[in-house]
């Protein structure tokens, strides 16, 4: 029988898996390795592990034994039916107060699952979102636990130490709740994370087909905004893509087919937030961008058929309109993270999760993908409202976040206007502004939605003279009867 002498076991040696070995193996931690494709063990152990205390195991079995109790075993592994294989294939060698930890992108629900169906066999789960790509994992990667309660002082000496370190040297990770709460805000992220990538892509598209900005130029633009307000990884990384060359000496992004792939995490985020009934339309935008970017053949095949402006407008002076669209990214990104909020406020209370809104911008402010100055901000509106009943309502209404988009409205119409009129397409822009008018809007036309509605279907409606709860049916032609439908949830 081995000695058990390993803090922690970690199955699935991809990129993600390897990369966290390494990063606990840097903070001291002894950690068991195991791959399904076992020649994988020996191979890591040879050349990426080779020189540190990673211990390889060539069975489930062998890696039970090295590990100290109660044994903590994560796995990195494909999201979904493989996830619920491998916890049935480790079982058999856990014992009570065992703890199986999943980090993959696993939907909350199956999360959900199994916490309360481990639980029941003595095993404590946690689902943890780990978001910061290969670099991340490797350096320091924004974690996002959820599950077992009772599990978490177990993993958080790991965890805490290999995430993702702010400037005070605060990780970002700290528990998020129970179930699938880590999962779910890991969920958001990658929501949030599709947003910003489409928001930036529009921008691009902007400058270069407003402006004719080259890659070179856009590397200088991008080098630039990234000084300022929309400092963070996505714009950091996007200068350094325009510098790119290829082989022969052109611009590399230039080369690349514009057909975009997605794993699943934003459309999930789309379809929970029509499932809470949440408009989280940015999101909804860039996923249905991605969608359309695949139709390349069809789309190639319609530009000789269907026909833009005529003649290419002027956008103006070339400093004031980048500054436009850059004012236009902002205002958007702030629209997306409120809606990414509401999301999760509106999560939260229907799964009973106590989500600690300012702690989750700190777990995003570093390690992960949509890291940024930014969340910062986000992080400082939330802890102003310390008092339950001074809850921030939206994101939109903290003083920092108005005052900013009540500045840059002008600009950021006139970003938009602009794109209209070149006929280039910002689904993400405009659906931001779309979002902020409603939202600012005392009284929508959803005044005659309504009345349509109890004309054909007798759906009924509230009246703005009489108080809310109370519904009220017309016969409109005269010729309807006098049964209403059901009443409906808004």
Request: glycine share 10%.
């Amino acid at each position: 029988m081995a000695d058990p002498q390993c803090d922690i076991g970690l199955i699935g040696l991809a990129v993600m898996g390897q990369n966290l070995v390494l990063n606990m193996n840097d903070h001291g931690f002894k950690v068991a390795v195991f791959n399904r494709t076992v020649s994988k063990v020996d191979d890591f152990l040879a050349n990426e592990a080779k020189g540190t205390q990673v211990v390889g195991a060539h069975s489930i079995q062998e890696l039970a034994s090295l590990l100290k109790r109660p044994r903590r075993v994560m796995l990195m592994v494909k999201a979904g039916d493989t996830v619920d294989q491998m916890i049935d294939h480790i079982l058999p060698f856990l014992e009570p107060g065992d703890i199986v930890i999943d980090g993959g992108n696993s939907l909350f629900t199956d999360s959900n699952r199994r916490t309360k169906d481990l639980a029941a066999k003595g095993i404590l789960f946690i689902g943890t979102g780990v978001s910061g790509g290969e670099e991340g994992a490797r350096r320091g990667p924004s974690i996002m636990p959820g599950g077992n309660p009772a599990a978490w002082p177990h993993v958080k000496p790991i965890f805490q130490a290999i995430a993702a370190k702010v400037e005070d040297g605060t990780p970002c990770c700290d528990w998020v709740g129970e179930d699938g709460a880590g999962h779910y805000v890991k969920m958001v992220h990658n929501g949030i994370e599709y947003g910003d990538m489409q928001l930036i892509c529009e921008a691009y598209d902007l400058l270069q087909r407003g402006l004719g900005l080259t890659p070179d130029e856009l590397h200088t633009v991008f080098a630039d905004w990234n000084k300022g307000e929309l400092d963070s990884y996505l714009i950091e990384i996007s200068r350094d893509i325009f510098a790119k060359k290829d082989e022969d000496g052109q611009p590399l992004v230039d080369k690349i087919l514009d057909t975009a792939g997605q794993k699943g995490t934003g459309k999930w985020t789309v379809i929970s937030a029509l499932d809470t009934g949440q408009p989280v339309t940015l999101i909804g935008e860039s996923v249905f961008a991605r969608c359309l970017s695949a139709l390349k053949e069809e789309r190639v095949a319609a530009s000789a058929v269907l026909k833009g402006p005529k003649a290419k407008p002027s956008v103006g002076d070339r400093a004031a309109f980048i500054e436009s669209v850059r004012r236009a990214l902002y205002c958007s990104k702030i629209v997306s993270y409120a809606q990414g909020y509401m999301l999760l406020k509106a999560a939260a209370k229907e799964n009973g999760w106590n989500l600690n809104m300012g702690g989750i911008a700190l777990m995003w402010r570093g390690g992960c993908i949509i890291r940024s100055q930014f969340l910062g901000n986000i992080k400082a509106a939330f802890d102003k409202k310390k008092n339950p009943k001074s809850e921030l309502a939206n994101l939109l209404l903290d003083k920092f976040f108005s005052r900013a988009v009540n500045k840059y409205q002008a600009s950021w119409r006139k970003a938009v206007t602009a794109a209209i009129k070149l006929g280039v397409p910002t689904p993400a822009f405009s659906t931001a502004l779309a979002f902020y008018d409603g939202y600012r809007t005392g009284r929508l036309p959803q005044n005659l939605l309504q009345a349509q509605r109890d004309y054909f279907g007798a759906h009924t409606y509230e009246r703005v003279d009489k108080p809310r709860g109370q519904f009220f049916h017309t016969n409109w032609t005269g010729h309807g009867g006098r049964v209403a439908s059901t009443t409906y949830n808004v």
